[in-house]
Antibody, heavy 119, light 110 residues
Framework: QVQLQESGPGLVKPSGTLSLTCAVS?????????WTWVRQPPGEGLEWIGE???????NYNPSLKSRVTMSLDKSKNQFSLELTSVTAADTAVFYC????????????WGQGTMVTVSS | QTVVTQEPSFSVSPGGTVTLTCGLS?????????PSWYQQTPGQLPRTLIY???TRSSGVPDRFSGSILGNKAALTITGAQADDESDYYC??????????FGGGTKLTVL
């Protein structure tokens, strides 16, 4: 079965760029699924960041769109998130997830990775 | 910008039934919003309960059900158990590839 694992720096400096990768195991990333990033600031709710498809399609949260870039590497079976110009407000647990084929919900979640923005 | 609304908190007695709702600050929720529901206990990753309004995710007991009630999406838990005490989030598809989570409902079982 498909498993997802986030990785990346746990600490990013203000004004810097947050970069995370989600490794997909147990299945191919080149399926008819959207691959998604969700974040959760400490003590707060979930926020949908955006999604990417292996055909190159992307959709981003309008409130983050100017700072977000998602990419996908078929050879490594992984997808990535970049968030620029970060501030303390971007401190959160970041989850990657796979969307059900043809449905707007998630059937597989990564364990999540905590990223702190601090100098 | 349309906001997805949820009750901040709710309580239910063990064995009781509770219905959590998911609405819009402007407009009505319909099946076209493909509402989904997630359960999260503190420190854990979210668990998908319901998608496409009323389809239970694999392994989710039939005590959990989804529906549209009036102008909102709804998650009903029947026969509430102590380990149902969690945060519950809904998510709606807003069109143009964009999804939005609600603020979450903290459910207490007591």
């Amino acid at each position: 079965q498909v498993q997802l694992q986030e990785s990346g720096p746990g600490l990013v400096k203000p004004s810097g760029t947050l970069s995370l990768t989600c490794a997909v195991s147990g299945g191919s990333i080149s399926t008819d699924n959207w691959w998604t990033w969700v974040r959760q600031p400490p003590g707060e709710g979930l926020e949908w960041i955006g999604e990417i498809h292996h055909n190159g399609g992307t959709n981003y949260n309008p409130s983050l769109k100017s700072r977000v870039t998602m990419s996908l590497d078929k050879s490594k079976n992984q997808f990535s998130l970049e968030l620029t110009s970060v501030t303390a407000a971007d401190t959160a647990v970041f989850y990657c997830a796979r969307q059900y084929t043809g449905d707007d919900a998630f059937d597989v979640w990564g364990q999540g990775t905590m990223v702190t923005v601090s100098s | 910008q349309t906001v997805v609304t949820q009750e901040p908190s709710f309580s239910v007695s063990p064995g009781g039934t509770v219905t959590l709702t998911c609405g819009l600050s402007s407009g009505s929720v319909s099946t076209s919003y493909y509402p989904s529901w997630y359960q999260q206990t503190p420190g854990q990753l979210p668990r998908t309960l319901i998608y496409n309004t009323n389809t239970r995710s694999s392994g989710v007991p039939d005590r959990f059900s989804g529906s549209i009630l009036g102008n909102k999406a709804a998650l009903t838990i029947t026969g509430a158990q102590a380990d149902d005490e969690s945060d519950y989030y809904c998510m709606l598809y807003m069109g143009s590839g964009i999804s939005v989570f609600g603020g979450g409902t903290k459910l207490t079982v007591l």
